[in-house]
């Protein structure tokens, strides 16, 4: 698919600014003001990136009241319920909790609806559940910001709750409960509004214990990096000091999914969270229930915790065939009907599809046409949808647009998901529709590449790469940093690695490099020896049985 180049515009008087006040290369200084750090406080913070530069949790508010009352919880004896999401924010953020009161000797109950038979978040039945349990304080960790009707359910049952959600708010409106811990919130005006659920029960755990446990950094980090918020601010903070913690953590329940995955050992990488530990953490939730992900975490039997981390094994392989069973429906539907196709937002259903891939199933048919897409699945007349974005195109208001046709919604600018009658689909994809003329300009639907600055081949060697390290770690709103050389000419013929891979020789009349290309194989026949090309690229570093050398990792070839 042909990319739109957005080289980020140099400032050589704030890169100057930056480089001479902290020491450091003019290209690190360029990159941090391309992720909007345009301070020396600001960039002495993210470079840094230490556990004192967290901020005072009792900024948050409400954050007074929450540790009031489990202080009371604490002195009372009082049982309290942890009602958390079946995600891996919403597993990890119940773990940690509940570490935070096994610490405070309070007796707990976790609880994790079932995505396929209870639906997201809190529902009505829960005030039952916890009088029954003798619970008198329930805290939802990634749910409960809108809970307006549950929440006065487990009110009118005597039982008081506090809210930890990172989600956005109802407008202004908020639930009943004894204390609503959300940076969202309109009046709450703590500096660094993207933590996500686990960690916000960091916070809490700062609150309470006048410090975050660093061995529990592990669970902080899974939980950041896997529910892809933004890796700065404190995000950053909590992932680049809790990445360590979880490669050699002490949690046997981390070490057992660790060896299952095969990655025991390895130098701990968002990669691997986003990619191999987070997809089994959440595969449980999505087959059956996300407890079994909860009991692992927990676990403190080594032999319990490897039995458990196999059972997620077993459920990711069958999340993977299941989804590749769907993704081929969808993706059949769509191609054989041109209006669907044609549309700007995809809007894809059928009667059956598993509710715990929809999400995934969205995700791969935008990357396939680069539209908003919506996939849905139909069961007794009732849709439970999935709906995975593109730059520019911002879900949640999207799917407020939409409120009239839609029994309920929620989530982010990217993700959401969503409930409505089997019968409102066609006005629902005609309304979202309608919202996205007005909104969605023609070259969106061009996918963009963003390259943080042009240098010239010359300036290419292992020192740079080294420098570029300090960025580190990667991820969402701190991306790889991406680079571009023009006019370089072809060196070698291309050679096809595998099955979708390019790997060939450019210059620049005085230094030479290697490029690869992963899923560039359709680019072989057009780079030929002598050519000119653009290249956008990320740094690497090939080490394969010879000494280290800087290779090119490519994005794009103009």
Not at 29 to 47: D, G, H, P, S, W
Not at 293 to 299: P, Q
Not at 517 to 532: A, I, N, P, T, Y
Request: glycine fraction near 8%.
């Amino acid at each position: 698919m042909t990319k739109r180049w957005v080289i980020q515009p140099q400032n050589p008087q704030s890169q100057k600014a930056l480089s001479d006040a902290l020491s450091i290369h003019p290209i690190i200084a360029q990159l941090l003001i391309n992720r909007q750090i345009t301070t020396v406080n600001q960039a002495k913070m993210f470079l840094l990136a230490d556990i004192p530069s967290l901020h005072n949790p009792f900024l948050l508010t409400d954050m007074d009241r929450a540790v009031a009352r489990i202080e009371l919880a604490q002195k009372r004896s009082e049982k309290i319920l942890i009602f958390g999401d079946y995600d891996v924010d919403g597993v990890t953020s119940s773990a940690l909790l509940r570490r935070l009161c096994n610490h405070l000797g309070i007796q707990t109950v976790n609880y994790i609806p079932h995505r396929m038979e209870e639906g997201y978040g809190l529902n009505e039945e829960i005030a039952q559940f916890a009088k029954d349990q003798g619970i008198h304080l329930l805290i939802t960790v990634d749910c409960g910001i809108n809970a307006f009707a549950p929440i006065e359910a487990i009110n009118a049952a005597g039982i008081d709750v506090i809210v930890i959600d990172h989600h956005e708010p109802d407008g202004n409106k908020l639930p009943p409960a004894l204390a609503v811990i959300d940076p969202k919130r309109e009046d709450c005006l703590y500096p660094f509004k993207n933590l996500s659920a686990v960690g916000l029960v960091a916070k809490l755990m700062q609150a309470v214990l006048g410090q975050i446990p660093l061995e529990d950094l592990d669970l902080v980090a899974l939980g950041t990096v896997a529910d892809v918020v933004p890796l700065l601010g404190e995000n950053r903070i909590f992932v680049k000091n809790g990445l360590p913690y979880l490669e050699k953590t002490n949690k046997p329940g981390l070490q057992a999914l660790l060896e299952v995955a095969k990655i025991a050992g390895k130098k701990m990488k968002p990669y691997y969270i986003g990619f191999i530990l987070g997809p089994r953490l959440n595969a449980a939730g999505r087959m059956d229930s996300a407890t079994v992900s909860l009991d692992l975490l927990l676990s403190e039997n080594p032999a319990d915790a490897y039995a458990l981390a196999c059972s997620l094994e077993a459920h990711n392989v069958t999340r993977q065939k299941m989804q590749s069973e769907v993704v081929e429906e969808a993706l059949a539907m769509i191609e054989a009907d041109e209006t669907l196709k044609s549309q700007d937002i995809i809007v894809v259903h059928k009667e059956g599809w598993h509710k715990g891939v929809l999400g995934i199933v969205a995700s791969r048919i935008v990357d396939k046409y680069y539209r908003p897409t919506v996939v849905i699945s139909v069961a007794d007349g009732i849709g439970t949808g999935s709906a995975r974005s593109i730059d520019g195109f911002h879900l949640h208001e999207a799917l407020t647009s939409c409120a009239a046709v839609l029994e309920n919604y929620g989530g982010h600018k990217r993700a959401a998901g969503l409930r409505l009658k089997h019968d409102n689909i066609a006005g629902f994809r005609q309304a979202i529709n309608d919202f996205a003329q007005l909104s969605l300009s023609s070259e969106k639907f061009t996918p963009s590449l963003d390259i943080d600055c042009e240098i010239l081949l010359t300036e290419i060697d292992m020192k740079l790469v080294e420098i570029i390290s300090s960025m580190e770690p990667h991820g969402e709103g701190n991306p790889s940093p991406v680079f571009c050389s023009r006019g370089l000419t072809v060196k070698s013929p291309p050679q096809l690695m595998g099955k979708d891979t390019i790997k060939f020789w450019v210059t620049d009349g005085t230094k030479s490099i290697s490029a690869v290309g992963f899923g560039m194989g359709s680019f072989k026949d057009l780079v030929k020896v002598g050519g000119k090309v653009d290249l956008a690229y990320t740094l690497s570093i090939d080490d394969w049985n010879k000494a280290p050398t800087v290779q090119l990792m490519l994005k794009d070839i103009k």
